[in-house]
């Protein structure tokens, strides 16, 4: 009997701001109280975690004095240090304060531009001073809802000289960092510069150091468009760039909902625990989510305590799939090929190009072979189901 | 008075398969007779346009024998000459077949995926024998519905695998192509593997020969999922990587519409004919689209000629926007920096980190200044609707 | 052990163009052959389907001669009754044939109009002689991609004729129809005129014989703008208007899918299979969906077998659900009323409301009362995937 | 030469929420200070608004005391005396206050049901104290995240209780109140009980005072789900329900955008404006919208301005759509009907269900009548571009 209790070696982490959500959105006012970044910590660990990210500004308030700061800073590294958690990705907050509301690196105004630049880099000084290895970037009003305002060459223009800068700060600094770049499509602008996690990887190429720059892609912010989440990971995945990853569900087509990871995406979420399993990731499984918002102080637990659970459960689901003969043996006869068209693939030679333009294909016969594509996925809702 | 007729100058192309499109929809049958190419070349011709572009099946039935394929390629090469217009593009059809119902370069099947390359290289020798020299890969069968039966990150090493290979066949053979990639989220596949203009900017990034290879955006391709289409022309731009585009329209959340350009996103459309009018793309407007299905022989015309006169007017009308005193008035205003930051900005050095970390901004008086964009879109609406 | 067996009293039914599907799309042609109506009926009575529906030309080709017509007729009943099926719905096609390309009852064309009640007439006697008594209208053409060509006001007026002249010929030729009506948002139009369920409620209320006609709400067309389909069927149960379902599955934001039962929204069909069978609802059960374009003739059965088997799994949850003590007693608790003001709900009086009135509420008490809804669906998710 | 300047016989109406909007979202704080109903009446006065609508909580905080309260509201009555604006319509807020995070009419807890009731009562109470005769009702926490926990038929029947007592109250106070229902698919809920317009058409016909109640459709309500606003408003219209009227804007796909009217949709919108001028509806204007974060307080007015000019444009241009000859020629083509099919239509009667069966359509050659809707199409869009 399997218990699915998460343990440290599962690498689940949490960021403050989840469990610390208070509830407000467009409509309505806060519901829960301030929980603080020591009772975060305390309460995350109990329940299995092995780290906690934030913001800056979730460690201390933006207008917190040095000594402020730097007291809140020793408290949360004494309660990691208490709770056995670590710290593993840190991030800027770039899109609360007012002064951000046209965007922070893209900003028509220099001056905000500059100052999102100060902005990150002492972040980023806090972030390593907490042990962060992985860096964040999200950038929550880098977008426009009036074209009109906004050249979006030069959007990406400044995009990139913020990413090239802060590239350098931090080999200068000789930090360790890794940057991950988080797409969203919209919200909380109309439209976002970088809208999907291929967007970023597009960009990362035109970067001057593309080897320490990959992505974050987060579950409801590819879903919000109906896009395949498990697609948009294993194309990161097979490019080298999964750096980091937000975990959380969401229904198609609606706002950023955050949803406890596995709330609605049952069968996509099953293939992405399978292949960050199965594909030697070992970053943190990040759950960037948050309760809904009817909870009370003490449901953020059943919240959190749900995530991780359902992460368990699909693992545990991944392994039964690779055991399954029926399953397998379908796999197999889906992938088998011809044996007498396999001289064709292989790298490009003049000759192999000669043959392969000679072989004489049976496309009636082809079209004819069987793809149980239905059996299988019904085994694999069944699967799913614990029906099998 | 403009007459915003087209000129060959203004590289309209179309498609074959856009004015031959006859009507067939997955709930009703064709309604409109079949067009030969060479009537097509013809009418196109008449109303101004500058090429026509095709996949392989448009020009020669996919079981055409090679005399019937040589003397309709003969026939459609006498046609062009004859009518002045050029076939800047080719393509392959690789999703019509049902040889290619579980994709074609990322079929689980290796022969099928043999043959698709096969498929593919005739085909790049017909486009330069008729000569193209961009050459458009949509993967229309690229995807799955069921993701239990192909790994999505094997998916994406056959796909790379395909244009590694053609690219070298395309160097061997001394054609001069430019490979143009093509983005679709979905339809006719529950999900495609490449979505969007982004993934597969993030994926070129991977080629052997990535400099030969950039991206053929479609406006209604990113629209189905709701993104800024002007946005993604610019990040390719940006990128050096827009090779050719397929301009048309689209109400987002719905099916491939194909619409006539400028019929449903006038601001937006009319914001991305100013982008590739101002950024030196020179490459050919596109159409891919194709008339109503209540329209007969005849109303193809119309479309036609109503996609490139739209075009025109939104060219007329970007114009008048950089010249409309009170439009620039407000885009100074609102790029208007602090001098003081100047020094800010720039490449990284420590120096310029150092300073940059000790600038004392006012957040506050930063958040205050004016961003008048209600005012801009409202005169940017004005200008589209001819009331200013 | 669960069989999952399907017995005619589950009354499964599959629509002749479901299994009959034969994989035809906007970017390919047809990959499995023709399948008999007989055919159909063998096969989906040896996998314990209750019965069969159709459309007028499924039956009998549009151009059949009434000597082809009446033994194509006769052969199907002599199946139905050789297999023990019934055929309990019927419906016209009025979408296939380019005279409906713009529509049959909303057709701008008076002349369509006629011809499209005469058919509808016509497939009425039809269904009677088969034995059908619930009589759908899904109107794929009554749409527009252009609003200027076609008064949205007229549209609904003229469909509101067609509906209450074909009710009273039901009534008039002493059938005993139920007319279920039967939205979609989009496809094969740019925009339908009743884009969903709830658009057809509304449309009922003003008929002249609104008894007689309720809805069919399909899965794959609410879904496919998001909405949430079980509440779409529970509005149209409370309203006791559901006479007919369409079951089968889309991933939101698509076009549409028709995807096996199940195959991908595991939660909201729990929810909905849940409230079929509490509900009282004693009609059929049908699945309009039809297998991958992947599968071969073959697959259709794998496909049609999924969907009732999956049926029936959420079935026998629901009634573990009903069961689970840990989850009856959060239900319970969230449910939980004050008793104290009991008095105040009920139906209007003077007093009740001057009551009411005077009632001092503590609201910052009644915002701390727990609402579990994590932990509880939690458990409905480990519940669906048989971990509990 | 047009000015578009709106006048008191427009009737456009704003929200005190509208104008007074923040620029608090959910990834960022207020940006713009409190404006005080007064001042928001005396500017809105000076652009040459009609009225000015309000929220319960708008007029007084929910936490006032009787006295301030008293005060607050003949401060009020005196601005909008002073000022020359009405107050058509009133509705009360049950969604902000933590109380109604689960829903007010539909919450599961008895006493917050009944507390929603009587702060319904009570608003009605000071909406007939300020001369508003509409009442609109938006649920904006009338759903649900999670399934499990509230059954959507309970909740149906439990809003109806609501607005049978309501109906009830309004007529036994002798108030002259009309009732429009909003309906929004989701946000702040995961999903809302009543997604569309068409819903609420839907329930209304089961209400014990059906007569009194109609529907308030919001433009970006039903645009986030990418429906036809036109085609709605048409229903509501040709069902004598259109009671109220949200005018503001949205891209489809996206979070409740309310953005500036006509910012967007340009076709759609021009649709709604003609539909609304020349249906005869009479009531208010009413802009449900706010300006952008990036605005400053000032920015507001420009916003309010461009939405009435806006529409006016829209209005002048219906007129020109009326009067432009080729297009009307285009029209009358396309409706033009065959004379010999005139007896066919018709009220149902005995004969002429039988001369209707027995009429032999040529379905090839109406499936040939020429349909001009591209030719159409692009005329609109030129008219609507001004180069006509």
């Given at each position: 009997m399997k218990t699915y209790m998460p343990t440290k070696d599962d690498k689940f982490t949490f960021g403050l701001w989840t469990v610390g959500n208070r509830g407000r959105d467009p409509f309505g006012d806060a519901v829960r109280p301030a929980l603080s970044p020591i009772d975060a910590v305390k309460r995350l660990s109990a329940l299995g975690a092995y780290g906690v990210n934030f913001h800056d500004d979730d460690l201390a308030p933006i207008d917190a004095t040095p000594t402020e700061r730097a007291r809140l800073i020793r408290e949360f590294k004494t309660a990691l240090s208490d709770y056995g958690l670590c710290a593993p990705m840190a991030t800027t907050n770039l899109f609360y304060d007012p002064v951000f509301r046209d965007g922070a690196f893209t900003a028509n105004d220099a001056s905000v531009r500059a100052y999102a630049l100060q902005k990150a880099m002492k972040a980023m000084d806090l972030g390593v001073e907490v042990g962060a290895q992985i860096y964040v970037f999200w950038g929550g009003r880098e977008g426009a809802e009036v074209?009109?305002?906004?050249?979006?060459?030069?959007?990406?223009?400044?995009?990139?000289?913020?990413?090239?800068?802060?590239?350098?700060?931090?080999?200068?600094?000789?930090?360790?960092?890794?940057f991950a770049l988080e797409a969203k499509p919209n919200e909380p602008r109309g439209d976002l510069y970088f809208p999907t996690t291929g967007s970023y990887l597009g960009f990362i190429a035109t970067l001057d150091h593309k080897e320490m720059v990959g992505v974050n892609p987060e579950v409801g912010h590819e879903q919000m468009i109906g896009l395949n989440f498990y697609h948009v990971v294993a194309q990161a995945i097979e490019a080298g760039k999964l750096f980091h990853i937000d975990l959380n569900d969401q229904k198609f087509l609606r706002f950023d909902q955050d949803l406890r990871f596995g709330a609605e995406s049952i069968k996509t979420l099953f293939f992405l625990v399978k292949l960050l399993e199965e594909s030697g990731y070992s970053g943190p499984r990040h759950f960037d989510a948050h309760c809904y918002r009817t909870e009370d102080a003490e449901g953020v637990w059943d919240f959190a305590a749900g995530c991780m659970r359902t992460y368990l459960i699909f693992k545990e689901k991944a392994r039964r799939f690779n055991e399954d003969p029926e399953i397998q043996s379908l796999l197999s006869e889906i992938s088998a090929g011809d044996p007498a068209v396999a001289d064709c693939s292989g790298p490009y030679s003049r000759a192999r190009a000669?043959?392969?333009?000679?072989?004489?294909?049976?496309r009636a016969a082809l079209a004819r072979k069987r793809l149980p594509y239905e059996r299988l996925d019904q085994l694999t809702i069944e699967l799913l189901l614990g029906v099998r």
């Open positions: 074209d009109a305002g906004k050249d979006a060459v030069t959007a990406v223009k400044r995009f990139r000289d913020a990413l090239n800068f802060l590239c350098e700060y931090s080999r200068d600094q000789g930090y360790d960092y890794r000669q043959m392969l333009r000679g072989v004489a294909f049976d």
